[in-house]
């Protein structure tokens, strides 16, 4: 992100500038995300997001920040300790589990923007990863209170990868669908449901999910 401007004027066109870039993003990907297009939308000048940004490339970067800022903020309210501090470990893992689908399902259109674009960007590629492991230290930060209760010889991995495999679950079905992998059609709800009972039957045994 630039540096704010110090008149409110011109912080106000950045702060327009910005959300416009996020909502291309969501409904046009990298192909329909230009310069023109986002001007459209802020009612800002062309010449003067040139000069705020340089190039098209640096305010869709700028973009994708303020998209990560948001999801970060959302994720460290949402994964504070305090907030699960009386949580037995079955809900402690199922929350952690929700708090990523909670983040997908808000913020899906400008993630499938970012993702595809982040196969063909090096720098987009980058500051996603960087986003995605902050969100993957949160779950399992949280998770690993109750590492007690967790039924695998190496508590630390065995929740990193049920994160990676929510993730990359949920991350691959908004960029490609929902019968990319598989002809059968699963609604979603049920989706992120067997994805839930997956990863609590693997991290807390199968009786977690019986009961």
Known sequence: MPQPPRQKR????????????????????????????????AKVSVGSLYARFGSKEELFL???????????????????HARWAGAEPLELVTGAIDGL????????????????????????????????????RSYSALILTRRDAIRQPDPEIAVDISYRMVFSALGRRIVY?????SQRLIPWDVY????RRACVAYL????????
Not at 105 to 128: I, N, P
Not at 204 to 211: C, D, I, Y
């Open 10 to 41: 011109s912080r106000e066109s950045l702060e327009r500038a910005v959300a416009a870039g996020v909502e291309v993003i969501v409904d046009l990907g990298w192909d329909g995300f230009t310069v023109a297009e986002v001007s459209r939308r």
């Open 62 to 80: 700028a973009a994708q920040s303020r998209a990560i800022q948001v999801m970060a903020d959302e994720e460290r309210e949402y994964y504070d």
């Open 101 to 136: 689908v909670r983040t997908f399902e808000r913020h899906g259109g400008v993630l499938r923007g970012l993702m595809r674009r982040a196969g063909r960007d090096d720098e987009v590629s980058q500051r996603g990863s960087q986003g995605a492991s902050h969100m993957a």
């Open 177 to 181: 669908g929902d019968t990319f992998e």
């Open 192 to 195: 992120v449901a067997e994805q």
């Open 204 to 211: 807390l045994g199968p009786a977690a999910v019986a009961g």
